[in-house]
């Protein structure tokens, strides 16, 4: 049996989408071997009704690979990207039941009220609008329960799709993709840890006036359960139609909120939907959702930078000693000169030092193009590229900031502003200040 044989028969044992993934699989199998060539729209459509049966985590996960150059087709973005990622709403019985697990049989003293629907969804659970004993509102963040067991469920059919893709193309080697996804799901699962990385954000921000990362409520909070102060905002989107001084506003407040704890302290937040955010009237930020940050080695950090000056001086061997730092490791002549396609695009708006948008807004997803591009030619080469882990956060922070300027259609010196944020870097202070912050926050 080949390989593909063998992955088809692996699919079909798990019961609940075997048709489905297996029918995925079969239909780009046979486009690859039988030259059948596949209606994308149709295949596109099948492979999220296979997707839409998995529960929360996966479909964070689908977001996310839509918004990494090269992991999916193209064509598969754009219909990601419209995936909700969040859980069914559990009801009443359910949430007194989890209550109690996670705060006693006592927990309705600590209310004053707690709304028996849910007022928002989380990924892995749902969020309660609750008043607390003091009588302040708070989000009460409560977790499903057994999603630890539907995490690894999810990942593994996430394994199996990534195959049956390989087998289709094998051009971006994506093992360490779903590495780094695996790792930041299961951290997703642990509530205390992401209420330590939200008082480390606290800290992180503290200086910046126009971005607010909420309190946690500790004495509220276990594994399963994080409350958090409630605070109001809207939706970014809502401001696509503002004046352009208030979109530039919220353009830089955002760029502020996750680029400062990046290079000051080699952190970034690595969720940047735009329900994680919201904008209060004063157009300062809300920060939200603390459960997929991602801390990086402030060599990689450094290297970003490095490469940053590279494009700009056009250096070329500090490039490739850059690509070398983020893992990407011996390169040859034609894979630099890809990688830097694919740099030029992501580095170019702080490149040029003019007022202007990110982008123009009727592109279609945010970088697929370029992604295209980028994968049609390593495709010729045929030489399997391994995306390095750090990359995976990274690129998807700059493609979803990048995007909502997008919509925005903010204009900022992305410049200026960028190099004013850099002014100064070092990796040895960004060194020293994660060997000093992150062991108070139980962090390492
Ligand atoms: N402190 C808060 N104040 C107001 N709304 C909140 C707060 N925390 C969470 N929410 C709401 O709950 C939703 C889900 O919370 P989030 O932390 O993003 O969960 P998940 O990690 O599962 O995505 C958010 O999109 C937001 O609408
Ligand atoms: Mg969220």
């Given amino acids: 049996m080949d390989d593909t044989s063998k992955i088809i028969k692996k699919a079909g044992r798990y019961a609940s989408m075997s048709t489905s993934v297996a029918g995925v699989a079969l239909q780009l199998v046979g486009e690859k071997f039988l030259g059948v060539s596949i209606d994308r729209d149709a295949h596109s459509a099948n492979l999220m009704a296979v997707l839409g049966k998995f529960k929360g985590p996966i479909m964070k996960v ?39 697990a996670e705060l006693g049989v006592d927990w309705q003293s600590n209310f004053i009220e707690f709304p028996k ?13 609750a008043q607390d004993s003091d009588g302040n509102w708070v989000a009460c963040k409560l977790q499903y329960p057994d999603m630890m067991s539907a995490v690894e469920a ?25 590495a780094e996804l695996a790792d930041r799901l299961h951290e997703e699962l642990d509530y205390r840890r992401e209420a330590n990385v939200q008082k480390l954000y606290a800290q992180l921000l503290k200086d910046e006036a126009h971005v607010h990362v909420p309190n946690v409520v500790g004495t509220l909070s276990t594994d399963r359960l994080l409350t958090t102060e409630w605070v109001d905002g809207c939706g970014v989107l809502e401001f696509e139609k503002a004046p352009l001084e208030d979109r530039n ?59 940053y000056n590279a494009l700009k001086n056009k250096d070329e061997e500090l490039a490739v000693q850059s690509y070398k730092t983020w893992g990407f490791g011996d390169l040859n002549r034609e894979t630099i000169e890809i990688l830097n396609v694919w740099a030029g695009f992501l580095y170019g708006p702080i490149l040029d030092d003019n007022i202007r948008t990110i982008g123009s807004s009727d592109e279609g997803v945010y970088g697929q193009e370029t992604a295209r591009e980028v994968h049609k030619k390593l495709r010729e080469l045929r030489a399997g590229l391994p995306i390095p882990r750090e990359f995976v956060f990274m690129d998807r922070a700059a493609l979803g900031i990048g995007s909502i300027c997008i919509r925005l259609q903010s204009e900022v ?29 139980d962090l390492v």
Avoid at 154 to 178: A, C, G, P, R
Avoid at 415 to 437: K, P, S, T
Wanted: aromatic share 12%; proline share 6%; with cysteine.
């Fill in 154 to 178: 999810d990942l593994n059919q996430l394994k199996l799709l990534l195959k049956i893709y390989k087998q289709y193309d094998d051009s971006v080697v994506m093992e360490n993709v779903h």
């Fill in 117 to 129: 629907n849910a007022t928002a969804a989380a990924s892995l659970g749902q969020v309660h609008k």
């Fill in 62 to 100: 689908a977001q996310i690979l839509a918004t990494i150059p090269n992991a999916l087709p193209p064509e598969y973005a754009k219909a990601f990207q419209e995936l909700q990622a969040n859980a069914p709403a559990m009801g009443w019985p359910f949430v007194r039941r989890r209550m109690k």
């Fill in 413 to 441: 010196n992305w410049y200026r502003l960028f190099n004013e944020m850099i002014e100064g870097f070092d990796v040895d202070d960004v060194r020293a200040r994660q060997n000093e912050i992150l062991p108070k926050y």
């Fill in 249 to 307: 506003k919220i353009a830089l407040n955002l760029f502020k909120a996750w680029y400062v704890p990046l290079y000051k302290t080699g952190i970034i937040h690595g969720d940047p939907h735009p329900g994680n955010y919201t904008v209060r009237d004063d157009l300062s930020i809300n920060l939200l959702d603390f459960g997929c940050v991602r801390i990086f080695n402030p060599d990689f950090v450094g290297a970003s930078i490095d490469l």
